[in-house]
């Protein structure tokens, strides 16, 4: 097997993890909680930090790792959660990725150096960037040209989503270093 195998695979496995997790639990929460809020945009979406390490991770061959679990969850979301999303969603999504990402490897030229060793911020910033195209491309796709709440929510549930699973991911990694399996 390639290593691009594993890293899809592996992409594929997180994304597929978190949004099961983001389907399984957030949704139905969010659908308790806010019941007047759209599902098409999650407000805790999960798998937003799964695509932002693998761009950080796996740089520009994330686009294509990330495509098939996309639509892998598509096909569950529409055809077993009776959510309905465009077929172009997922596309729209790993694209506004890409761009954030591209966005990213033109701002990353101008940090200071000291910001390199830290890992989690470029993540961040990656989670940023990427919500932003992301969000307005499935706002567009989804919804009116100028529909600003959607545009939002989409923002703001890929930041929050990207933020608590890189936290997550950053404590079971520590977790994970620190024992000793014997």
Request: contains cysteine; aromatic residues 20%.
């Amino acid at each position: 097997m390639g290593k691009w195998f594993i890293e899809a695979f592996l992409v594929f496995v997180g994304y597929t993890a978190a949004y099961t997790l983001t389907l399984g639990f957030v949704y139905p929460m969010q659908k308790i909680l806010l019941p007047e809020n759209s599902l098409m945009a999650s407000l805790l979406f999960l798998p937003h930090g799964v695509r932002a390490i693998a761009f950080f991770l796996f740089g520009l061959r994330a686009t294509l790792y990330l495509l098939p679990a996309h639509y892998a969850m598509w096909y569950i979301t529409v055809h077993g959660a009776d959510i309905g999303l465009d077929v172009f969603s997922p596309l729209v999504s790993v694209l506004g990725c890409l761009l954030g990402y591209i966005l990213f490897l033109f701002v990353r030229k101008f940090l200071p150096t000291n910001v390199y060793d830290k890992g989690y911020i470029l993540v961040f910033l990656i989670i940023i960037f990427s919500a932003f195209f992301n969000s307005v491309g499935l706002s567009r796709l989804h919804f009116s040209l100028y529909d600003f709440e959607h545009l939002l929510s989409y923002f703001w549930g890929d930041v929050f989503g990207g933020l608590i699973f890189l936290v997550l991911a950053m404590y079971i990694w520590r977790i994970l270093k620190n024992t000793k399996f014997d």
